[in-house]
């Protein structure tokens, strides 16, 4: 007990001498790792003691999500950071991880519950889980069993099966890698080092597409009803369809012209432009929607989906408007985690389509998305002179490199010189 209170204090030590963490949130830390020794000693590889450990808290009633995580990191630098223990990672050769899982079905489980351990969000989830199923199936071809072996040599052939027969993009092929490397690290403990030699793809650069005022204005017209309502706010701040068919309805701020996009990509939080233009129609939305709001309260129907653990600590929020979807969906659905019966938010299918259907009408034979939008919105903030560095902000990239992209768009659309065929025909011409 001595030499682990020892042990405890030169910690301490170290993460204030090498600010791994704020200096308030060191003596939490520690207390995680006093905890995590506290437990039965076991002869199971160590990455899987800290999981379960992990998987134990989040189950616990009491300790948050975001405690769970903080477990999580001050488990990983106490025994790679402090301790450098090679084992943290992989399990030791010959010996069985007791937690590994028996069958597919049941790898595919266990993936889950790691993603949701470590506070991954829901799409992130579904597609992982989608290509592991793929990396199985493929894996029990190839092998003749149903329970195919996982290994770093299985991982590269079928990453060099995307790449070679099926052809896919480098950003699917890089996809796949996460996925995979996720997989081994996090649920199998196989050996990540085997895998990342020579399977990540290299992305070319592309231009993103953009529209011009124009034909932006001639999209918009072709759309009607809650869709268009939905590609106004996406054009006029620069939202991710995702980040629109989420809003809440306190994310709107009509007195300042501002839509707040929390939990966006890369789980940051964010402000935009809200515009003048279409306001009056979001607000005659609204009016809808809040009758809507009070139809599920007098149906005494469960509320909406809450982030993290703000339905435990505030029980009744889900049930209040201003937590309500701005575009909720009409029908009602089961939550996939939870699995109450709830209102939902609307499909991203439902704009996506209908600006297919719009950009056909319009004759813009450009390959339009509702991600154009964005870039659109981008591409005419230059275009007006506004900085670069308040585009970032608007658009929510970490890297101003990110953005500068927009600034090679832009060329396209601004006076381009004069072909030199045009002066010949120019100087041909009587």
Known sequence: ????????????????????????AAPYVVRWVRRFLARPATNDPLADQVRLFCEELAQHGSVAE??????????????????????????????????????????????????????????TECTYVDWVRRFLEYAATRQGTPHPRVDAEGVRDYLTHLAVHQRVSASTQNQAFSAMLFLCREVLG????????????????????????????????????????MATLIYGGGLRVSECCELRVKDLD???????????????????????????????????????HRADRQATMAGVWMPEALDRKYPNAGK??????????Q??????????????????????????????????????????????????????GVDIRQIQEYLGHTNVETTMIYTHVVKEFRNPPRSPLDILHARATP
């Open 1 to 24: 007990m001595r030499e682990l209170e020892s042990s405890l204090q030169a910690f301490g030590e170290y993460l204030l001498k090498a600010q791994l963490v704020r200096p308030n």
């Open 66 to 123: 975001w405690q769970v995580r903080q477990a999580d990191q001050a488990l990983h630098i106490y025994f790679v950071n402090f301790l450098k223990r090679p084992d943290w990672s992989r399990r030791t050769e010959g010996t069985t991880d007791p937690l590994a899982p028996s069958s597919p079905l049941a790898t595919l489980d266990l993936l889950r519950t790691r993603l949701r351990t470590r506070h991954y969000a829901y799409r």
């Open 190 to 229: 196989v050996s990540p080092d085997g895998i990342a030699s020579g399977v990540k793809a290299k992305r070319g650069e592309r231009l993103p597409v953009a529209l011009s005022m124009p034909e932006t204005a001639a999209l918009l017209s072709a759309m009607t009803g809650t869709p268009r309502l």
């Open 254 to 292: 009509f007195d300042q012209g501002l839509v707040f996009v929390r939990s966006g990509k890369g789980d940051k939080d964010r402000a935009t432009l809200l515009a003048e233009a279409g306001r009056d129609q979001l607000q005659a939305h609204l009016s809808k929607v809040e009758a809507l």
């Open 320 to 329: 209040e408007f201003g937590w309500f979807w701005v575009f909720p969906s």
């Open 331 to 384: 029908t009602l659905s089961t939550d996939p985690r939870a699995g109450i019966v709830r209102r939902h938010h609307m499909s991203a299918s439902v704009v996506q389509k209908a600006v297919k259907a719009a950009a056909s009408a319009a004759r813009i034979h450009k390959p339009v998305s509702v991600h154009t939008l964005r870039h659109s919105f981008a591409t005419h903030l230059l275009l007006n």
